[in-house]
């Protein structure tokens, strides 16, 4: 009889084993064919309690039922967090504060360091407008605090409710980046009702010509290809009856769509236009500009509370093209084709600026910290002689580092990023599954034989 209930218990454990055995071997593989780098991942158990530590420290950041929920589950698995005791190939950086002392002012960087940071964000991401950059910002970011994102069962867009992968009962999603259009019933179905919706804009001209010249040379789209190579951009605007036939296109009223705009909207529906732009000044607590894009992301950053490292950046799926010039004519022309273009722009270009006036001459001081700082992150990245670079505190940042890791994910295509959040995706749902169906004993044994059988080597989450 004994026997009988020590084979059994073996027969669990057993199985148990195997299960993390063969999620821990997933994310191997996919790491290593996804990063294309020669660092060795984790195994499971390691991976498991890099998210537990995350979750532990930012349990302020998430809903009170989310952070209830986690602690359920992983409150019984401690670890303590990796620190390099080197300090070979680090540089700190001390960065001048642009005169905050002559303008007698407290900076809002450090002023509101006892708020909340804001992680539930619907951002909109518009085609051809630096959106790329800043979905891996918001992408980042939800990884640096072990968020979860509104992710397609299939590809890079979300279009409806039905398509987004499905979460852990009890859990919620924190942030949407990828690409939508925008529905107010389409993001609060899927986002926590404070959410905090952000969107982007370029100066219509600017935006069609990057569009066109992109969509034509790297998308190879059929409708671009055709349009003569010669006097390509007058040939789209001066025959728009010929190239741009339907209502929406990749360079026609492109913004107008993202922003949710009807496709059988004319020009004279003043009415209805004026309509949807008081619902979107109502919906979007920040819309940013591309031409001003430091500007933007400092004013983001001021609104969201988050930290001077949370909105660091390299630039990303950038295009060279020849330069454009329209005559006047064309020029009305272009602004007739694609009037819905030029009303989202105008109206939050206006309201952009009246923002950053708003903001006090400490604003700009800050952009400028914020140039220094990136011009220091893409050197570092770009040179790759060093291991670690260091941000000194400022007026408006506290010390941060970054790492190689970090410029990795930095500059990591925008395809790539969505498909290894969805693997991450699904490997936490099946954690979530694991926990809840076995009891805290259980696991344990099976993480303590893993251990045995897995050489502790540095993963992936470890800079993140």
């Not at 979460?167 to 925008?182: E, K, M, Q, T």
Request: aromatic share 12%.
């Amino acid at each position: 009889m004994i026997g009988k209930q020590k084979r059994k218990g073996i027969t669990k454990w057993l199985a148990i084993s195997i299960l993390l055995a063969l999620v821990s071997v997933t994310t191997i593989l996919q790491a290593y064919s996804f990063l294309g780098v020669s660092t060795r991942i984790a195994s499971t158990h390691k991976y498991i309690k890099s998210h537990i530590t995350n979750r532990k420290q930012n349990t302020s950041m998430v809903t009170e039922n989310a952070s209830i929920q986690n602690d359920n589950i992983f409150k019984y698995l401690e670890v303590k967090p990796v620190k390099s005791t080197s300090t070979r190939n680090i540089f700190t950086y001390n960065i001048p504060e642009y005169n905050t002392k002559s303008v007698n002012i407290t900076p809002k960087a450090l002023s509101n360091t006892s708020q909340k940071k804001i992680t539930h964000i619907g951002f909109l991401k518009v085609h051809k407008a630096g959106s790329t950059t800043m979905q891996n910002i918001f992408f980042r970011f939800g990884l640096k605090y072990n968020l979860t994102f509104v992710l397609p069962e299939k590809g890079h867009y979300f279009l409806s409710t039905k398509s987004a992968m499905p979460v852990a009962p009890g859990n919620h999603r924190d942030i949407l980046a990828c690409h939508s259009v925008y529905s107010r019933n389409l993001f609060g179905s899927v986002l926590p009702e404070d959410t905090v919706n952000i969107g982007i804009i370029r100066e219509p001209l600017e935006r069609m010509i990057s569009a066109a010249y992109y969509y034509r040379d790297v998308w190879k789209s059929p409708l671009l290809v055709k349009v003569p190579r010669l006097n390509f951009i007058h040939n789209l605007v001066n025959r728009p009856h010929l190239y741009e036939l339907k209502p929406f296109t990749k360079t026609k009223n492109a913004m107008g769509q993202d922003f949710g705009f009807s496709p059988t909207t004319s020009i004279n529906d003043t009415d209805y236009i004026k309509k949807h732009l008081d619902l979107l000044k109502k919906d979007f607590k920040q819309v940013l500009v591309m031409e001003r894009f430091e500007e933007s992301l400092i004013l983001m950053k001021r609104t969201l509370n988050w930290d001077l490292a949370d909105v660091i950046y390299l630039k990303t799926n950038s295009h060279a093209h020849q330069p454009v010039i329209l005559t006047p004519y064309e020029l009305d022309k272009f602004k007739s084709t694609c009037f819905l273009d030029y009303a989202v722009y105008e109206t939050f270009y206006e309201i952009f600026d009246k923002k950053i006036a708003a903001e006090g001459p400490d604003f700009i001081n800050e952009v400028e910290h914020f140039k220094s700082v990136l011009q220091l992150v893409k050197d570092f990245c770009e040179l790759g002689t060093r291991k670690l670079l260091k941000i000194a505190q400022s007026a408006w940042n506290e010390p941060f580092e970054v790492t190689k890791q970090d410029c990795l994910y930095m500059q990591m295509k925008e395809l790539k990023f969505v498909e290894f959040l969805k693997r991450r995706h699904r490997e936490l749902n099946i954690m979530y599954d694991l926990m809840k169906n076995y009891d805290r004993n259980d696991v344990l044994r099976a993480q303590r034989f893993m251990s045995k059988r897995t050489r502790p080597v540095h993963h992936m989450w470890k800079t993140i």
